[in-house]
């Protein structure tokens, strides 16, 4: 079974600073993707970010980059130089069928 | 990126009726689509999975004769609510992707249901 993990309902960081939202995941697929969204209040889901379970180097798009560590099954998202603009819920998902995680909340600080 | 519409964004429905809920690529053929369900500051929960010409597969726990899924064409899918029920009222997702970028799910801005 596919499973996911968000450990932190909620997070405040100070904006201008980085902040690391965790994840961990469950699968028994040999080669499988992980993925992050943004929710904000609006209700849009927004991807920011993709990793491969096969992929070398772990994953970066601008400000935001995925601490990746397979062994421990797990799939960090960095956000660097927090904008308030981040605040919103954040999602990890795993699979074809996107089993997604429990969110967290993210709330940026002035 | 590609786009994905929802109609409508909201609707409101009295108990015992039928809600229809489109979702439609705009700029790409999907060859699979999926509908979540979202409960207010709670996660996207998966209800089924749709490919086109076929039948939807359907999560665990999931009505099959509740939420009707027809995905006729490869831009368009939907889901019915029949006899919607106060406890239907929830935020509904659709995503939809790619064969070969099947990496890259598109989601929907969400249809928000209420049943009064």
């Known amino acids: 079974a596919q499973k996911i993990t968000q450990t932190q309902p909620g997070m405040f960081v100070q904006e201008k600073e980085a902040v690391t939202l965790d994840c961990t995941y469950d699968?028994?697929?040999?080669?499988?993707?992980l993925f992050w969204y943004k929710q904000p209040s609006s209700g849009e889901m927004i991807f920011l970010i993709y990793?491969?379970?096969?992929?070398?180097q772990n994953a970066t798009e601008g400000r935001y980059s995925l601490n990746f560590q397979k062994a421990r099954k797990s799939a960090n998202l960095v956000i660097s130089a927090s904008q308030l603009g981040d605040s919103a819920m954040y999602f990890c998902a795993h699979g074809n069928q996107f089993y997604f995680g429990t969110g967290t909340s993210l709330t940026v600080i002035p | 990126g590609a786009v994905v519409s929802q109609h409508p964004s909201r609707v409101i429905c009295k108990s015992g009726t039928s809600v229809k809920i489109e979702c439609r690529s705009l700029d790409f053929q999907a060859t699979t689509m999926f509908w979540y369900r979202q409960f207010p500051k709670k996660s996207l929960m998966l209800m089924a999975t749709?490919?086109?010409?076929?039948?939807?597969?359907?999560e665990q726990g999931v009505e099959k004769d509740k939420f009707l899924i027809n995905h006729a064409s490869l831009t368009l899918s939907t889901l019915t609510v029949t006899s919607a029920q106060p406890e239907d009222s929830s935020f509904y997702i659709c995503s939809a992707k790619f064969f070969s970028r099947a990496y890259e799910q598109y989601f929907g801005p969400g249809t928000r249901l209420t049943v009064t």
């Open positions: 699968t028994s697929d040999p080669s499988y993707g």
């Open positions: 749709s490919n086109e010409g076929s039948k939807a597969t359907y």
């Open positions: 990793q491969g379970s096969y992929d070398q």
